[in-house]
């Protein structure tokens, strides 16, 4: 017998296909008998060009329309040493955040890998983790999720090598 959480899962409001899987597992985690909620707020999506495209959650201009106060940290892959070990260096990633809790709202991420890259700031948002949590973690150096921490880092004005 489906509930209703059941039925709004499996008819669904998120983007598209990402959003998916999720609500299957949902949807039979609700048929087994468990009562669980699908949450839209954290769905990571990827655009698979040269260089790729990678956004989770909301965006600035999103959020100052939800009248957040908002802070935003950018790193540009131009400042990575492993982008410019490899050559690509186009790209940015930014993360963006409530100023006044250090929430963590959302990441857009245009450069290599950021298909990749757009759910280590998803795992954080997930985990309610705050910039400051991802700007002190230690990433091995040099890797591309560094520009990741250098991003978190600029929200609060400690970034080392913008």
Known sequence: MCTKKVDLVVLGGGP????ASG?????????AGKVKEM????IPWAVFTTPEI???????????????????GVFPFS???RAYITGETEGFIKIVTN???GEILGAQIIGPRASDLVHEVAVAMKGELLADDLALT????????EAVMEAA???????TYK
């Open 79 to 81: 400042s990575s040493g």
């Open 23 to 31: 609500e299957g597992k949902i949807a039979a985690e609700n048929i």
């Open 54 to 72: 990678g956004s989770v959650g909301l965006n600035e201009v999103q959020a100052k329309e939800k009248n957040i106060k908002v802070c935003t």
């Open 16 to 19: 598209g296909g990402y959003a």
């Open 138 to 145: 230690v990433h091995s150096h040099p890797t591309l999720s």
């Open 153 to 159: 880092e600029d929200c609060l004005g400690i970034a």
């Open 39 to 42: 949450s839209y707020d954290v």
């Open 99 to 101: 100023s006044e809790t």
